[in-house]
C-alpha cells in the first residue's frame, strides 16, 4: 500500500487509540499523521501527537485551548481550541480520516470531511442517526467514500453485493445483548453506573458502553444501516450473538448467507477502513475455530430492552425523530453515569422526549437543511433536562 495521509477526530477515545495503535505498527511511510482532535484531554492529545508527528491538534473545549498552547510549545505541531478548530482539523487536506467523536458533537467536523470528498472512516454512529439523509446526500454530493468502523456495519459492508441490490433480502447485525443479557428487570432496576459499563466482549468508550447495556446502541445501529445501506428498517434484523464472535451478516435470495467473523476487537475494522481498499497486518488475535466451542444465537427480549423497538420508531416517524432520539439518549446516559437516574429511566426518558419532539411537530417532515437538524437535537436536549427534572421532583 502507497502512503496515506491521515486524520483522526475523537483521537484520544477508545476507537481513535486503537487506530493509533495500528498507524504506530504500520511500516515506516505508510501513514503520515495530519491532524488530531480531542475534547479536552490534553495530555493525551499531545503524548499521542508528538509519538505520531502530527501536524496540527485541536481541543474543542476552548478552556482546555491555554493547556494546550503550552504542552506543545518548542515544538512545530500547530495547535486550535474550541470548537472552529475541530471544523479546522477536519478540513486540512489528508487522504483519509476517521470519524470518532462520540455523539451529535462529531457531526459538523465529519461533514467537513465529507465535504472534502475523501474516504471517511466512520464510527461516529449518531451523527448518520441524527442527519442520515442530509449526510448521505452530502457524501454523494462531493463523491466521499463512507468506510463503515461500526463493526457490525463493516462486517455487513464486506458482504453486501452493491452491484446486486436486488439479491440481498436482508441484514442482521449482531449484538452481544452487554452485561445484562440475562439480568431480571428488578437487577436493572438497581443497576450502577459500574456495572452497566462493565462489557462482556468488547471495550469501549463510557457511553457507548451504557447504550450497549440499555441495547439503545443496536438501535441507533439500526438507523445507521438503513442509511449506509440504504435499506428499509424491515430489512434490518438483529440477533443476540453473546460470543461477539459473527459481527454482521447479509441474506441473499437463495438462502444464503454471507458473514464476517473475527475476535472482537474494533482493530479489525479500523484496519479494514484504514487500508481500504487493500488489506493491511494487525496484532488482532486470530479465531481459532477449532477450538471455538460454541456460536449461539437468539431473538431479543423487546420487553427488557424496548431500545431496540424505540430506534424503530423513531426511525419510522421520520423527519428529526432520530435527532430528538439521540438527544434524549446522550442526556439520559449522562444523567444516569452520573447517578441522577435509573438505568431503566434511560428508555422511559427516550420515549418521553419523542413523544415531545412529535407534539412539537419535529417529526414526519423531513429536515430542509443541518440547521434543523442542529436545532433537532437543542429541543431533544431540553426535552431530555426537563422529563428528568420532572422525574427527580
Ligand atoms: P470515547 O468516549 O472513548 O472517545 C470519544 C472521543 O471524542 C474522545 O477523543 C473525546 O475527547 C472526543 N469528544 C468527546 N466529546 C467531544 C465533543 N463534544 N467535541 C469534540 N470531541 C469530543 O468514545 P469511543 O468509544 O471511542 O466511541 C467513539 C464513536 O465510535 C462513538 O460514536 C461510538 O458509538 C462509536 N463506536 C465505538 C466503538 C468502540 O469500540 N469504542 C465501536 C463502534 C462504534
Ligand atoms: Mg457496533
Not at 134 to 162: W, Y
Not at 241 to 263: M, W
Request: glycine share 10%; charged share 20%.
Amino acid at each position: 500500500m502507497s502512503g496515506r495521509t491521515v486524520s483522526i477526530l475523537g483521537a484520544t477515545g477508545s476507537v481513535g487509540q486503537a487506530t493509533i495503535d495500528l498507524i504506530e505498527r504500520a511500516p515506516a511511510g505508510q501513514f503520515e499523521v495530519i491532524a488530531l482532535t480531542a475534547n479536552s484531554s490534553v495530555d493525551e492529545l499531545v503524548q499521542i501527537a508528538k509519538r505520531v508527528g502530527a501536524k496540527f491538534c485541536a481541543v474543542a473545549d476552548e478552556s482546555a485551548g491555554a493547556a494546550l498552547a503550552d504542552a506543545l510549545a518548542g515544538t512545530n505541531i500547530a495547535h486550535g481550541a474550541g470548537q472552529d478548530a475541530v471544523l479546522d482539523a477536519a478540513r486540512m487536506e489528508a487522504d483519509w480520516l476517521m470519524a470518532a467523536i462520540v455523539g451529535a458533537a462529531g457531526l459538523a467536523p465529519t461533514l467537513e470531511a465529507v465535504r472534502r470528498g475523501t474516504y471517511v472512516a466512520f464510527a461516529n454512529k449518531e451523527a448518520l442517526v441524527c442527519a442520515g439523509t442530509l449526510f448521505m446526500g452530502a457524501a454523494k454530493a462531493s463523491g466521499a467514500t463512507l468506510l463503515p468502523v461500526d463493526s457490525e456495519h463493516n462486517a455487513i459492508f464486506q458482504g453486501f453485493d452493491e452491484g446486486h441490490r436486488a439479491g440481498i433480502r436482508r441484514i442482521i447485525l449482531t449484538a452481544s445483548g452487554g452485561p445484562f443479557r440475562n439480568a431480571s428487570l428488578e437487577a436493572m432496576q438497581a443497576a450502577t453506573p459500574a456495572e452497566a459499563v462493565a462489557h462482556p466482549t468488547w471495550n469501549m468508550g463510557a457511553k457507548i458502553s451504557v447504550d450497549s447495556a440499555t441495547m439503545f446502541n443496536k438501535g441507533l445501529e439500526i438507523i445507521e444501516a438503513c442509511h449506509l445501506f440504504d435499506l428499509p428498517e424491515s430489512e434490518v434484523d438483529v440477533l443476540i450473538h453473546p460470543e461477539s464472535i459473527v459481527h454482521g451478516l447479509v441474506e441473499y435470495a437463495d438462502g444464503g448467507l454471507l458473514a464476517q467473523l473475527g475476535e472482537p476487537d474494533m482493530r479489525t475494522p479500523i484496519g479494514h477502513a484504514l487500508a481500504w481498499p487493500e488489506r493491511m497486518e494487525t496484532p488482532v488475535k486470530r479465531l481459532d475455530l477449532a477450538h471455538l466451542s460454541d456460536l449461539t444465537f437468539q431473538a431479543v427480549d423487546t420487553v427488557r430492552f424496548p431500545g431496540p423497538g424505540i430506534a424503530r420508531a423513531a426511525y419510522n416517524a421520520g423527519g428529526c425523530a432520530p435527532a430528538v432520539l439521540n438527544a434524549a439518549n446522550e442526556v439520559a446516559v449522562a444523567a444516569f453515569l452520573n447517578g441522577k437516574i435509573g438505568f431503566l429511566d434511560i428508555a422511559q426518558t427516550v420515549s418521553d422526549c419523542l413523544e415531545r419532539g412529535d407534539q412539537a411537530g419535529l417529526s414526519g417532515t423531513a429536515p430542509a437543511d443541518f440547521d434543523a437538524v442542529y436545532n433537532a437535537d437543542r429541543e431533544g436536549r431540553r426535552f431530555a433536562a426537563e422529563v428528568i427534572a420532572q422525574r427527580q421532583g
